[in-house]
């Protein structure tokens, strides 16, 4: 930790951002609040910044229940300077799912493999089951004193991150699990479990399902209208779940470009390093080795051609060959 302690001292008396990454997710929101408050203890304030929405049911139970000022960079961009520091949690500076400010971008606190390397004054890029892990493991050996709302944020961005503990999971996620367990509020986290679906989320995985088209075992979706990245996230869980299916690509349409979420329980390939492959000319995708994400942005649609979804599938099925062909 000292390594981290002399980086605090680097940020005192600054102009500071915690920054997650766009249309941040449960995972996202608990580890900038609780990085947020783990400054605070050191006397280093922060802001807490995003861009996209906050527009599922969970991530907004979330700020409501917690008291979580995650602000839109939009209300912040007027203020921010080149003078003015970030520190990137759950994200990568270049990581094509974060927006490049004016700000100097001098941390990262994440675990998610790195396509784009960039160097930080400080970096901690582990591959675990969530960030909120790390973020954990930072109070853990500082011995900094927890609230319980932070407690119950944390464990509840490793929950959703790691599937309930059943994807992705590293020794360190199960030690920090029981780190926290102690400390939540058993109330507040039966309030975040409790409906977590909106009727209009529906409406998504009927797409879904009505627009599957396999391939061997492999899915494609298309979500014909605009879908929040963690409802993605969700439907592409829930298909990938069906028997025949051992890899999905979900995709939904969007008025700034098309979003994708992708899984496997292929233990031979990695969807992180396919989705990076299959988008690195018409956008940008990466992740772990059996969830990813990508975006192609709406400039670049007119590279898909007449039939977008033929294309989209074209470019994963290219780079399965160029990645995994025998």
């Known amino acids: ?20 990454h766009n249309f941040p997710d449960p995972d996202a929101i608990a580890s900038a609040f609780g990085l947020k408050e783990l400054l605070s203890h050191f006397g280093i304030t922060s802001t807490m910044c995003y861009v996209g929405r906050i527009d599922k049911l969970s991530t907004k139970k979330m700020t409501m229940l917690f008291n979580i000022d995650l602000c839109p960079y939009e209300e912040l961009k007027n203020e921010m300077t080149d003078e003015s520091l970030v520190i990137c949690v759950d994200s990568q500076k270049q990581g094509g ?30 591959m675990t089951g969530s960030c909120a892990t790390l973020i954990a493991e930072y109070y853990k050996k500082l011995n900094v004193p927890m609230s ?16 309930n503990f059943t994807r992705g999971v590293t020794e360190l996620d199960i030690e920090m699990f029981a780190f926290l367990h102690p400390i939540i509020n058993e109330d507040k986290m039966a309030c975040l479990e ?8 529906l409406k998504a995985y009927g797409a879904a399902i009505e627009n599957i088209e396999l391939f061997g075992t492999t899915g494609f979706a298309r979500i014909p209208f605009a879908c929040p990245d963690a409802m993605i996230a969700m439907v592409s869980d829930f298909i990938c779940a069906v028997e025949e299916v051992d890899t999905v690509v979900i995709y939904s349409y969007r008025e700034d470009g098309i979003k994708f979420s992708v899984r496997s329980i292929n233990s031979e ?30 400039a670049n649609k007119e590279l898909l051609g007449n039939s977008p979804d033929r294309s989209i599938r074209q470019y994963f099925f290219k780079a399965w060959d160029e990645l995994y062909a025998m």
């Not at 490049?100 to 890029?125: G, K, L």
């Not at 409790?194 to 989320?201: A, F, G, I, L, S």
């Open 148 to 163: 319980s709302d932070v407690a119950t944020a944390l464990l509840y961005g490793m929950k959703m991150d790691t599937l």
């Open 1 to 20: 930790m000292k390594e981290f302690l002399d980086f605090l001292e680097l940020l005192k008396g600054k102009k500071l951002y915690v920054q997650t």
């Open 97 to 126: 799912n974060i927006l490049d400010t004016i700000c100097q971008e001098v941390a990262a606190i994440d675990h998610h493999p790195t396509f784009v390397p960039v160097e930080y004054q400080y970096s901690d890029i582990r």
């Open 194 to 201: 409790r409906n977590t679906m909106e009727m209009k989320d």
């Open 269 to 298: 390939i990695n969807v992180g390093e396919l989705t990076n492959k299959a988008l690195e000319k018409v956008g940008n995708g990466g992740g772990h080795d059996s969830m990813a994400g990508g975006f192609i942005p709406v």
